[in-house]
């Protein structure tokens, strides 16, 4: 197993010292990270110390180790999984070939896109994140808000050294704008939408953190699997730190549930007017948090029916989500069937070559996973005896990417005029109402061990540690 050298200026597992050329312009790129995550990240925090688990090695067990830090502190570095000798291509007309350890001249700007892409929905999301620290509803959430923070970071540090290695010039002038764009900026926004989206309070952190680092962690699937060796290997390690992304999404909205059923039970009321005025999150308003995240998320894979989508697939760029897991790698002359608007208000199955349908796949694969975790927030309802159930909506509604884009529909993917949409639209998505009360939740509590009002606490701390460990040192 290749070691890491912690001690570096950058550390990595990449021997940069051996590339003295490489080294000195991750060393210039450096310094600017710092100064955006110091403009960009975390607002204030800088000086206080964050219990923080930090990549020591990339191998399944023992990664981490935790300790106090500063965030400034944090050691941002380059951390590939390990090289797998003879690794081939395994899906795609290069099937079976050796997989590249350099970018083919053809797929150049392809992958550089790609990446860049990527690259950009990591510091962005910190950038969105960057005033909840504030309302944290304890300590404990907090750590977890600025480990998410910092290991986006290193996200960004991922995408860059594989710009920085593998795409000269182009890529140096690609990693400086990953630092100029910024969230919801009007001039130079982020690339995609959802991370443009402003994140004022908690529950939409924990829906991001759930569904949206979700999606990111398909997309990981998929280049875990690309041709381009380099690529697959830092997405591999990615993978490993964004489960605990998703973890903070599942077990956060699993204890506002938690607690909402709680207060239920104590007032014995479903009344939403009653229990916001208990100061807890009514279960039909999770349920629209739930649809805007979820639909916002699946905008992220594309077109249902995509050429690009074949391309990627036919040149071995990225693979589908596990690809092993498929019967056939090549899928040359396959079809499947996808549901498209009939044009007369209603839908219709149409036929695409599988190749063509890639994000679709990959989208639904996606759902099957943001499903796991519904089914165990309804778990924690029924076992409360609460009659309701939080469901997904249809991969159909309130799309503003693919065949569905623009189509009004209700959360069961029915399509419906525009007018019955927008009568019926408070019911299915947030309204100002909603998302106002919801921030007049968010207050920060600070003691050790203590939650606010509208969360469970977890059942465990971090690391074997209690839930009341002193997770920042405020
Ligand atoms: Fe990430
Ligand atoms: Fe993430």
């Known amino acids: 197993m290749s070691t890491i050298d912690l001690q570096a200026l950058i550390p990595n597992n990449v021997n940069l010292g051996e590339n003295r050329q490489l080294q000195r312009a991750l060393e210039h790129w450096q310094p600017a990270f710092l100064n955006w995550w110091d403009e960009m990240g975390p607002s204030d925090f800088k000086a206080k110390e964050v219990y923080l688990r930090t990549a020591v090695g990339v191998d399944a067990s023992g990664w981490a180790s935790y300790g106090y830090t500063p965030m400034p502190d944090y050691r941002w570095g380059i951390f590939l999984a390990d090289k797998e000798e003879g690794r081939k291509i395994g899906f795609g007309d290069h099937m079976g070939e050796d997989v590249w350890q350099d970018v083919p001249g053809e797929y150049r700007s392809t992958f550089r896109r790609l990446i860049v892409t990527q690259g950009d929905t990591e510091p962005a999301s910190v950038e969105q994140q960057r005033l909840l620290g504030h309302t944290a509803p304890s300590l404990y959430d907090l750590r977890n808000l600025f480990q998410v923070n910092v290991e986006e970071g290193r996200h960004l540090w991922a995408m860059v050294y594989l710009l920085h290695a593998h795409f000269g010039r182009d890529g140096r002038e690609e990693a400086e704008e990953l ?29 991001f953190t759930y569904f949206t680092d979700r999606d990111g962690k ?29 973890f903070v999404g599942e077990t956060g909205v699993g204890r506002v549930i938690k607690r909402t059923l709680e207060v239920m039970k104590e007032l014995d009321t479903d009344d939403a007017a009653t229990l916001r005025q208990a100061g807890v999150i009514d279960l039909p308003t999770i349920q629209k948090f739930m649809n805007f995240w979820f639909t916002s998320s699946l905008d992220l894979f594309g077109s249902e029916a ?33 549901q498209v608007p009939d044009g007369k208000g ?56 693919g065949v569905w884009a623009g189509i009004p529909t209700d959360p069961q993917g029915n399509p419906v005029t525009q007018a019955e949409f927008e009568a019926k639209k408070d019911q299915w998505l947030p309204t100002a109402a909603d998302t106002g009360f919801v921030k007049s939740l968010m207050q920060r509590v600070t003691e050790p061990g203590k939650m606010a009002a509208w969360i469970a606490p977890p059942d465990r701390g971090i690391n074997a540690n209690p839930v009341d460990y002193e997770y920042v040192k405020l």
């Open 179 to 207: 630092l100029m764009r910024h969230s919801g900026d009007a001039d130079k926004p982020r690339i995609l939408g959802t991370f443009n989206e402003p994140m004022d309070n908690w529950l939409s952190f924990f829906m």
């Open 218 to 246: 398909f997309q990981l699937k998929s280049f875990a699997e690309s041709a381009f060796d380099p690529l697959a290997r830092t997405t591999r390690f990615m993978l490993t730190e964004e489960a605990h992304h998703m």
């Open 306 to 338: 995509s050429s690009n989508a074949a391309n990627y697939f036919s040149n071995g760029i990225k693979g589908r989500p596990d690809e092993a897991k498929f019967a056939d790698h090549v899928e040359a002359d396959t079809e499947m069937s996808i």
């Open 346 to 401: 209603g839908l219709k199955s149409e036929t695409i070559s599988t190749r063509n349908g890639m994000n679709e796949i990959t989208r639904l694969e996606y759902v099957k996973d943001c499903n796991v975790g519904v089914t165990r927030w309804n778990m924690a309802i029924k076992r409360a005896g609460v009659d309701f159930e939080l469901k997904l909506p249809s991969t159909r509604f309130r799309r503003a990417v």
